[in-house]
């Protein structure tokens, strides 16, 4: 196994912020997670696991070895008349996944289409959009435990998935995963309840949707609301939605009538953070090279080379302005390095 030194990382992530890392290495095959934590325990280095880079932001350099996941592959381990469970390498990207899946006839995941990243990205932060989140189909998952050095098979339940959150976001940096199972079903029930979905079906005349519908019209909301970061660097969503009690959902909704939230359980609420932002004065906002997009405030965009403190910065700037104005603390989805 090749470990490059000093390889710049703005084509690794989606931001395409400058950065370097000291060392940097591709892994196609499970031995060479084995041998990629072993020359890290003997140079005393720390690793950094990237996928599609498409949840990251670098605001300096990484001076361990940058292990980028590249296992491959899709394989069917089960099929019975209503479902069947495949086993998808970690390095596989996810919304050719979900083309595939699609194209088979596997429901399960079509309304987490064209969602940036890899496979074994969706369990990390429990990729979620359109009532669906990548913990629905997940049965197990294959990882490197690097605390025991030692292979593990996970099951769903293991995982401690929650919104946005598993326990490999908790543990953060433990497990290293390189292999996916999925659990799709061939007769799927399908979630159309999210109004956009709806109103995109309607407009098509489209009454009774296959999954490949709700894929298309799932691309087609996304491809208006969300900047692609081919072309405009972003991660998506960079703040989670926050969790508020009951009784503070009730003292902002006095003062707030049109406050957007959505009851979770009996005694909280979620709060939909790019309205807070939005309300804040954000939405649309730039500063030098950095801006909050202009059709969803949950998405900040890198609009010319900024830098990841200069990206970072603006999200503080945003934290504190929605604290000041909400008493709510938005906590950071995306991950920084
Ligand atoms: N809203 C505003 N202003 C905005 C953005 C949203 O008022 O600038 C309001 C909307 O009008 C709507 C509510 O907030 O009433 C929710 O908005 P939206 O449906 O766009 O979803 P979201 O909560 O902002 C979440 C996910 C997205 C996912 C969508 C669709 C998080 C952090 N984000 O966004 O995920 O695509 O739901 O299900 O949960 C991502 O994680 O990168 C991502 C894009």
């Keep these: 196994m090749l470990i490059q030194e000093n390889i710049e990382l703005s084509k690794y992530n989606s931001f395409g912020c400058k950065a370097t890392a000291s060392y940097f290495c591709t892994v196609k095959r499970k031995d060479e997670i084995d041998e990629a934590i072993s020359w890290c325990t003997h140079q005393n280095k720390p690793y950094l696991l990237l ?105 769903n339940k293991d995982c401690h998935f929650d919104y946005r959150n598993s326990l490999f976001k908790q543990e953060k940096n433990r497990y290293i995963i390189t292999e996916v199972q999925f659990s799709l079903q061939k007769q799927p029930t399908l979630h159309t309840d999210y109004g956009a979905i709806r109103e995109v079906l309607h407009n098509k005349q489209i009454k009774q949707a296959s999954i490949e519908d709700i894929s298309n019209a799932i691309i087609e909301i996304r491809t208006a609301k969300l900047p692609d970061p081919l072309v405009l660097g972003n991660a998506g969503s960079f703040f989670k939605n926050p969790t508020v009690s009951i009784e503070q959902y009730n003292q902002l909704k006095q003062s707030h009538t049109d406050l957007i939230a959505f009851p979770i359980s009996d005694t909280q609420y979620k709060l939909a953070a790019g309205w807070l932002i939005e309300q804040a004065g954000w939405k649309g906002k730039k500063k030098g090279p950095v801006g909050c997009y202009e059709k969803q405030a949950l998405v900040i965009v890198n609009y010319a080379q900024a830098s990841g403190k200069e990206i970072f910065d603006f999200s503080e700037e945003i934290i504190q302005s929605v604290q000041s104005q909400f008493g709510i603390q938005l906590e950071r989805e995306v991950n920084i390095v």
Excluded: R
Excluded at 108 to 119: A, D, H, M, Q
């Design 51 to 155: 996928g599609g880079g498409s949840n990251i932001l670098f605001t300096k350099d990484f001076k361990g070895l940058i292990i980028k996941m590249e296992i491959k592959g899709i394989k069917l381990l089960k099929e019975t008349p209503s479902e069947v469970l495949i086993s998808v390498g970690a390095g596989e990207n996810w919304h050719l996944l979900v083309k595939y899946c699609v194209q088979k006839g596997w429901g399960g995941i079509e309304n987490l289409s064209l969602i940036p990243g890899t496979v074994g990205a969706a369990p990390i932060q429990n990729i979620g959009a359109y009532g669906v989140e990548a913990k629905d189909s997940i049965q197990a998952i294959t990882a490197f435990d690097t605390h025991t050095n030692k292979w593990v098979v996970l099951q």
